[in-house]
């Protein structure tokens, strides 16, 4: 097995700062089939300063995500962003995993941060992933609900502005 590129080195020092910058695109996405989602192009910058007993590890995230509308089935473009915050720990005999902390060998001095980025990406990832309202396709959601006519309950409501145009 080879190493991950996707991996940083740990500071040494007492709050000295390591920084690095990764570009995701699709082939680091492959576990998103998924997400159903088409293409990626993520960046991301990691911050890694050291503590006391530990290591701080800031993540900030932005890029887009080319994926299919939930409503309409369309094409989607969307833009996302978001930061995190982490804790490196050395793996003691009595350590318990919680959120946002990453424990690792008293022996390392590189961090993997694969995980971590799936991680991060899940949570920037909407989980309803629409369109405006003036951009999803109307052919589709008329159809939809000519189809749906016999149950109400299953519907698709139109927005306002929809509405506007079929008067």
Not at 13 to 39: C, H, P, V
Not at 57 to 86: E, H, M, P, Q, W
Not at 101 to 112: R, T, W
Not at 138 to 158: A, H, P, T, W
Request: hydrophobic content about 40%; overall charge positive.
């Amino acid at each position: 097995m080879g190493r991950s590129k996707f991996e940083i080195n740990l500071p040494v020092f007492f709050e000295k700062k390591t920084i690095a910058n990764f570009n995701l695109d699709k082939k680091f996405f492959e576990f998103s089939e998924y997400f159903l989602i088409d293409d990626y192009y993520v960046n991301v910058n990691i911050v890694v300063m050291k503590k006391n007993s530990f290591w701080q590890l800031d993540a900030d995230l932005y890029g887009t995500i080319n994926t299919k509308c939930d409503r309409c089935s369309d094409f989607l473009k969307l833009n996302v962003k978001g930061k995190d915050r982490y804790f490196v720990k050395i793996k003691d005999e009595n350590f318990v995993n919680t959120n946002n902390v990453v424990f690792i060998s008293h022996m390392s001095d590189v961090l993997i941060l694969d995980d971590i980025l799936r991680e991060l990406l899940f949570f920037i990832i909407p989980k309803r992933r629409v369109h405006r309202e003036d951009d999803c396709n109307i052919d589709v959601i008329e159809k939809l609900n000519s189809l749906n006519k016999s149950n109400s309950n299953n519907r698709i409501l139109l927005p306002e502005s929809f509405k506007e145009k079929f008067k």
